[in-house]
């Protein structure tokens, strides 16, 4: 009994490599968030972790491979505190607007979110979102 060789399979199609910028998609997404909340430059480098003026600008032309990895953890916690404040508030000028409001819960003391994470510590940031995530029935 002699056994046929078995089908070969087709090797599977190659397409182009799909080229992946995480850093960029961050840096883009973090300015967007920016500009809907209203941020000026000052702020926004703050919130950023106070980037050399050149870096912060070369970072905003979208001229960025690598940042340091504080920098995207503060950006991870912005975009969660964004999403947080979208899914709280289903108006969006709304939810874009809180962050400018003063707020008499214990973690602000009165300020505003967007006043306690211009603090400068990442831990600041931590605070908004472990707040809104709260809120959220998440925390």
Same mark, same amino acid.
């Given at each position: 009994m002699s056994s046929a060789p078995a089908p070969r399979r087709p090797e599977p199609a190659r397409s182009e490599p799909v080229r992946r910028d995480p850093v960029g998609a961050a840096l883009r997404t973090f300015f967007r968030l920016s500009a809907a909340w209203g941020l000026d430059t000052r702020q926004e480098m703050a919130l950023l972790g106070q980037p +050399?003026? @050149?870096? =912060? =600008? $070369?970072?905003?032309? +979208?001229? !960025? $491979? &690598? &940042?340091? +990895? #504080? &920098?995207?953890?503060?950006? @991870?916690? /912005?975009? %969660?505190?964004?999403? !947080? /404040?979208?899914? /709280? =508030?289903? #108006?969006?000028?709304?939810? #874009? !607007?809180? &962050? $400018?409001?003063?707020?008499?819960?214990?973690?602000? %003391? +009165?300020? @505003?979110?967007?006043e306690r994470m211009l603090a400068g510590q990442v831990s600041d940031l931590y605070v908004v979102r472990q707040y809104l995530d709260a809120q959220r029935g998440w925390g």
């Open positions: +050399g003026r @050149s870096t =912060f =600008f $070369r970072w905003k032309r +979208g001229d !960025a $491979r &690598v &940042v340091p +990895g #504080d &920098v995207l953890e503060r950006i @991870s916690y /912005l975009l %969660g505190i964004y999403k !947080a /404040l979208h899914i /709280l =508030f289903p #108006d969006p000028a709304q939810a #874009d !607007a809180w &962050v $400018r409001r003063p707020n008499a819960a214990p973690a602000f %003391g +009165g300020a @505003s979110a967007l």
